[in-house]
């Protein structure tokens, strides 16, 4: 998710993290522009399907509705646009009110290379994230910094989440057996028992 000051921060990170590229004259997202990419989390392949949505206000009607069954979501701001940075309390509040409760929040702070032009403290924004309870980095799509480890942290918190709900789901809804329950095996029918029926339970 981007600011409408720098509409293609997040573009860049997606093509770089999905495709390894990085194009300079990049436009910027009209709507959604959408991604995929598998990455291993304890041993298993997870597929992320990525949503980049524009940050203007005239696509915003269409955008919010992403907001709904997101598991994650990536805040991008410019470090040497301090604008960007402060439209982000902004997009975290659109999330906090769309999205679902336990949705995983991480600020990115972009363009890292542009230390020289850096407007946005990185001890603020850490601060800004800690406050908030958002998992914090800063990147660059230029030269990869930090990119990789973006997205792989934010998608293994997520999986993990997820893997822990999923499980608390299953305990939650099975049930144990009884003392006044027998686990009862029907052998398979065979030519000799077709068109008769087969007693599989008993009244204990």
Same mark, same amino acid.
């Given at each position: 998710?981007?600011?409408?000051?720098?509409?293609?921060?997040? *573009?860049?990170?997606?093509?770089? *993290?999905?495709?390894?590229?990085?194009?300079?004259?990049? /436009?910027? #997202?009209?709507?959604?522009? *959408?991604?995929?990419?598998?990455?291993?989390?304890?041993?298993?392949?997870? /597929?992320?399907?990525?949503?980049?949505?524009?940050?203007?206000?005239?696509?915003?009607?269409?955008?919010?509705?992403?907001?709904?069954?997101?598991?994650?979501?990536?805040?991008?701001?410019?470090?040497?646009?301090?604008?960007?940075?402060?439209?982000?309390? !902004?997009? &975290?509040?659109?999330?906090?009110?769309?999205?679902?409760?336990?949705?995983?929040?991480?600020?990115?702070?972009?363009?890292?290379? &542009?230390?020289?032009?850096?407007?946005?403290? #990185?001890?603020?924004?850490?601060?800004?994230?800690?406050?908030?309870? &958002?998992?914090?980095?800063?990147?660059?799509? &230029?030269?990869?910094?930090?990119?990789?480890?973006? *997205? /792989?942290?934010?998608?293994?918190?997520?999986? !993990?989440?997820?893997?822990?709900?999923?499980?608390?789901?299953?305990?939650?809804?099975?049930?144990?057996?009884?003392?006044?329950?027998?686990?009862?095996?029907?052998?398979?029918? #065979?030519?000799?028992?077709?068109?008769?029926?087969?007693?599989?339970?008993?009244?204990?």
């Amino acid at each position: 998710m981007g600011n409408r000051d720098d509409e293609y921060d997040f *573009f860049n990170l997606l093509s770089r *993290f999905t495709r390894n590229e990085f194009n300079l004259e990049s /436009k910027s #997202t009209i709507g959604v522009e *959408f991604a995929t990419r598998s990455i291993q989390v304890d041993g298993k392949t997870i /597929k992320a399907q990525i949503w980049d949505t524009a940050g203007q206000e005239r696509y915003r009607a269409i955008t919010s509705a992403y907001y709904r069954g997101a598991v994650g979501a990536l805040l991008v701001y410019d470090i040497a646009k301090h604008l960007t940075y402060e439209n982000v309390e !902004r997009w &975290l509040k659109e999330l906090r009110d769309h999205a679902d409760n336990n949705i995983v929040i991480m600020l990115v702070g972009n363009k890292s290379d &542009l230390r020289h032009l850096r407007a946005v403290p #990185t001890d603020e924004a850490r601060a800004f994230a800690e406050k908030n309870n &958002l998992s914090f980095i800063e990147t660059s799509a &230029l030269d990869s910094t930090n990119v990789e480890e973006a *997205f /792989k942290n934010i998608l293994t918190e997520i999986y !993990r989440i997820v893997s822990q709900k999923q499980i608390a789901e299953r305990s939650a809804h099975d049930e144990s057996p009884g003392n006044n329950v027998v686990d009862i095996s029907v052998p398979p029918t #065979t030519d000799g028992q077709r068109g008769s029926k087969l007693q599989c339970c008993q009244n204990l």
